[in-house]
């Protein structure tokens, strides 16, 4: 998978953010709690059925 979007970061747990997609699908990645409620360009990496996993461009 190589995409990346530009997604809002939600507080879930320390050190990993929940965002959601258009269509309503989570995207979890890893973060401090400075990228609460910041937009943040992520690459999704894995694909689990009714969620994504990614990590942060760089």
């Given at each position: 998978m190589?995409?990346?979007l530009?997604?809002?970061?939600?507080?879930?747990?320390?050190?990993?953010?929940?965002?959601?997609?258009?269509n309503?699908?989570?995207?979890?990645?890893?973060?401090?709690?400075?990228?609460?409620?910041?937009?943040?360009?992520?690459?999704l990496?894995?694909?689990?059925?009714?969620?994504y996993?990614?990590?942060?461009?760089?």
């Amino acid at each position: 998978m190589n995409s990346s979007l530009g997604l809002m970061a939600v507080d879930k747990e320390i050190n990993e953010h929940d965002s959601c997609l258009s269509n309503n699908i989570i995207v979890h990645f890893p973060g401090d709690a400075s990228l609460i409620g910041e937009i943040v360009d992520v690459k999704l990496l894995e694909v689990h059925g009714f969620y994504y996993m990614g990590a942060i461009n760089a």
